[in-house]
């Protein structure tokens, strides 16, 4: 198992591969279908009141039941791997096979992407702390920032290669 600190590194993406196993720690941002596409939406209109750079950015919703992956495939939430990696998101964590294009996008930024367990109960343990930081209006699925310990992922994407 490979140790993860945010902020993360570049380099330390670069000597991951595909089927590395990875505990990931310190703050996290999530979100899902409706806030991901708000936010690359802010991006582009030059509003940058999230530092994204060395992030991660796990694809779930946010309740008192826990955090549990939803599907990374979904397009509102695909299309926004790619905008996301290229502001600095380095790991994307989320559950399913990426498209081509994709794959060859996170390769070009740098950045990987990496399956999670969907076991709510699990991830929820790791979950130290929690607080909204933008799209509030969206309750469970605004974009918040997590500070996790040893969340269990596997690289899926790394290099231009995919595990699928």
Do not use: C, W
């Not at 899902?32 to 009141?49: H, M, T, Y």
């Not at 926004?80 to 994307?92: E, R």
């Not at 469970?140 to 269990?152: S, T």
């Amino acid at each position: 198992m490979m140790q993860i600190i945010t902020p993360v590194d570049v380099k330390e993406i670069e000597k991951l591969q595909v089927r590395d196993h990875l505990l990931i720690s310190g703050e996290i941002f999530t979100g899902r279908d409706a806030a991901l596409p708000r936010l690359v939406s802010s991006l582009k209109n030059g509003e940058k009141f999230l530092n994204l750079q060395g992030s991660v950015m796990m694809h779930t919703a946010v309740s008192d039941a826990g955090i549990a992956p939803t599907s990374s495939n979904k397009v509102a939430i695909e299309k926004s791997i790619q905008q996301l990696a290229a502001q600095g998101v380095l790991i994307h964590l989320g559950k399913g096979a990426l498209s081509r294009e994709t794959i060859q996008a996170l390769g070009k930024s740098k950045a990987i992407y990496a399956v999670t367990p969907p076991a709510a109960a699990l991830l929820n343990s790791k979950v130290k702390s929690k607080k909204i930081v933008a799209f509030p209006e969206e309750g469970m699925e605004a974009i918040h920032q997590l500070e996790v310990v040893r969340i269990p992922a596997i690289v899926a994407i790394a290099q231009g290669k995919s595990i699928y």
